[in-house]
T-cell receptor, first 116, second 110 residues
Framework: GAVVSQHPSRVICKSGTSVKIECRSL??????MFWYRQFPKQSLMLMAT?????????EQGVEKDKFLINHASLTLSTLTVTSAHPEDSSFYIC????????????FGPGTRLTVT | SQQGEEDPQALSIQEGENATMNCSYK?????LQWYRQNSGRGLVHLIL?????REKHSGRLRVTLDTSKKSSSLLITASRAADTASYFC??????????FGAGTTVTVRA
């Protein structure tokens, strides 16, 4: 149980285009989903927290107009990188939590974004 | 912001040996978790230790927590080639957001 999927696993896009990454909890309802970014050989940095049905909370330094997050249902959150640039190239990982006092986060397999 | 600091940054051991890595953090926590990440993949949850626990075991894994020193250790016993990965500690505080350490890259030589 507690499986989280991400789609796509890899994406290459041209500079200036937008890319949408999906995060799904497959066998549980995720009240809260988290989006992380990881640069090569570095740790995960939390970008934002999204709760189902409400606006995402962004960490300091993360542009909310650049990284659009939608958490429209209890099993799906999306991250859209708008007007992507090469510096947005990174590994994006989502996690999902059942919330309600249960803090364990289940991580997706990640999405490798390359902007050319 | 990142709270956990881990050492060593990298560790190379022979198959069958034990691997120990440490994590230190700065502020009070509710829990501390350890994750494994294989290259280019997502995170696999290994073990969670609560702030009122001092030691926890799971298979070949042993985790200790010393809240007075704000530190934790992860021991992998009888290592295998499949244990080659990066290991991260993560702490959570009041808002349950996870703050990850820099990670320790473990290489197990056959």
């Amino acid at each position: 149980g507690a499986v989280v999927s991400q789609h796509p696993s890899r994406v290459i896009c041209k500079s200036g285009t937008s890319v949408k990454i999906e995060c799904r909890s497959l066998d549980f309802q995720a009240t809260t989903m988290f989006w992380y970014r990881q640069f090569p050989k570095q740790s995960l940095m939390l970008m934002a927290t999204s709760n189902e049905g409400s606006k995402a909370t962004y960490e300091q330094g993360v542009e909310k107009d650049k990284f659009l997050i939608n958490h429209a249902s209890l099993t799906l959150s999306t991250l859209t990188v708008t007007s992507a640039h090469p510096e947005d190239s990174s590994f994006y990982i989502c996690s999902a939590s059942q919330g309600g006092g249960s803090f364990e986060q289940y991580f997706g397999p990640g999405t490798r974004l390359t902007v050319t | 912001s990142q709270q956990g600091e881990e050492d060593p940054q990298a560790l190379s051991i022979q198959e069958g040996e034990n691997a120990t890595m440490n994590c230190s953090y700065k502020t009070s926590i509710n829990n501390l978790q350890w994750y494994r990440q294989n290259s280019g993949r997502g995170l696999v949850h290994l073990i969670l230790i609560r702030s009122n626990e001092r030691e926890k075991h799971s298979g070949r894994l042993r985790v200790t927590l010393d809240t007075s020193k704000k530190s934790s250790s992860l021991l992998i016993t009888a290592s295998r080639a499949a244990d080659t990965a990066s290991y991260f500690c993560a702490t959570d505080a009041i808002d349950y957001k996870l703050s990850f350490g820099a990670g320790t890259t473990v290489t197990v030589r056959a």
